[in-house]
């Protein structure tokens, strides 16, 4: 059966707090939401993937899905209940519709295996573990009655279900504000089965859950890739250079199609390297001319999103700038924060160090700038 996922990113994530809503955090380097949509595209099973989203947040979900091929998201509604009804309302041609979190981006094949094989016409299905510790009510957190766990459940996602079926179930239940669509689905008489879920599902609510999600995630990469990138740009007329993202005031500019940005060059080389991905002309030809001029910052992030596209990480970078001017080391930390801005990793997994020729050699002759890169990459095996 065809199957299609639809993302419910339309929370403001107010129990997380922060300035951005939790789906748009990074997790190892990467928007949580990005690993829940690419956990969903790279499926066998699932030929579409739709994404729904709050208004306001339309420049952070066109900055997380950069790059991969997704139709125009759908707005959301005040409540989830609304706002998965709105996504349903647009998908056509295709039978089963899996109904997934934003903020569960570590969600194992198998169980997605697990709730298609369920779904059928008239049931769904939904990820689900049985309830394993011992639950207390509570009033003013003191232990009052004992509840019996037997046949107790913690809801997960995704929940599937034929499309036709839960669609009809939500115009049923509009107005309802339910806030788990095997809630819909069975007040509309529907049977959804319960099938293993995984605790690696878990929902991100707090920071908590997000360190926790980081940790499990680095756990399971464990290709190690280490890529090296050299570049040189001659100096020529102008009154400033581009070094590792930043504009540098000098006597002179560098001479290249693009920035001329040798830092940046050097070191998407490296992650292109690492990834035994080509170099940065085959991904960039100078001989294009959309590249006239261009910010090497764009060709810095491709290289991490083709990383990110691997469900990896950039664990650490190190540039080496080769020249006697400019000053290096006044710029220094400037650099290394937007290094860690294009490529959304931390500031201590960039390093930016600067070094002479002694007056030898083009460098030494100031006629140029050379960089030298190293990254370090970690994959899934």
């Not at 609304?82 to 194992?108: K, N, T, Y």
């Not at 006697?324 to 860690?340: L, N, S, T």
Request: aromatic content about 4%; some cysteine; charged content about 20%.
């Amino acid at each position: 059966m065809r199957a299609v996922a639809l993302i419910v990113a339309g929370g403001s994530g107010s129990r997380f707090g922060g300035p951005v809503p939790k789906q748009y955090r990074r997790l190892a380097g990467v928007p949580v939401l990005r690993r829940t949509v690419e956990t969903f595209l790279t499926h066998p099973a699932v030929g579409r993937v739709q994404v729904v989203i709050r208004a306001e947040d339309a420049a952070l979900y066109a900055d997380a899905v950069a790059g991969l091929d997704l139709p125009p998201p759908v707005i959301g509604g005040a409540d989830r209940q609304e706002s998965v009804r709105r996504g349903l309302e647009v998908l056509a041609g295709v039978d089963v519709v899996l109904i997934q979190d934003a903020a569960r981006p570590c969600v194992p094949a198998p169980v997605i295996d697990r709730v298609l094989a369920a779904v059928q016409p008239g049931a769904g299905a939904i990820a689900a573990l049985p309830v394993a510790d011992t639950l207390w009510r509570g009033p003013d957190a003191v232990c009052d009655t004992l509840v019996d766990r037997q046949n107790l459940w913690r809801a997960q996602t995704p929940q599937g279900f034929m499309l036709a079926d839960i669609l009809g179930a939500h115009r049923a239940a509009r107005g309802q504000g339910l806030t788990d669509d095997a809630a819909v689905a069975t007040a509309a008489g529907l049977k959804v089965h319960l099938v293993e879920g995984s605790p690696v599902s878990a929902k991100i609510t707090t920071e908590a859950d997000l360190t926790e999600a980081e940790t499990r995630l680095r756990q399971n990469l464990t290709d190690i890739r280490v890529g090296t990138g050299f570049d040189v740009h001659a100096f020529a007329d102008g009154d400033s250079v581009t070094l590792c993202g930043l504009t540098i005031p000098h006597t002179c500019g560098l001479a290249g199609h693009s920035d001329a940005d040798v830092g940046l060059h050097a070191l998407t080389d490296a992650i292109l390297g690492a990834l035994a991905a080509g170099d940065i002309g085959q991904h960039f030809p100078p001989s294009d001319p959309r590249w006239k001029g261009a910010d090497s910052a764009q060709f810095l992030r491709h290289a991490a999103n083709l990383v990110a596209a691997r469900s990896g990480v950039i664990a650490h970078t190190d540039v080496t700038l080769i020249c006697e001017r400019p000053k290096v080391g006044p710029h220094r930390a400037a650099m290394q924060a937007r290094v860690a801005e294009i490529l959304g990793i931390a500031l201590d997994r960039v390093s930016i160090k600067a070094t002479t020729t002694e007056k030898l050699g083009f460098t030494g002759r100031e006629e140029g700038i050379a960089a030298q890169a190293v990254a370090t990459l970690r994959l899934p095996e």
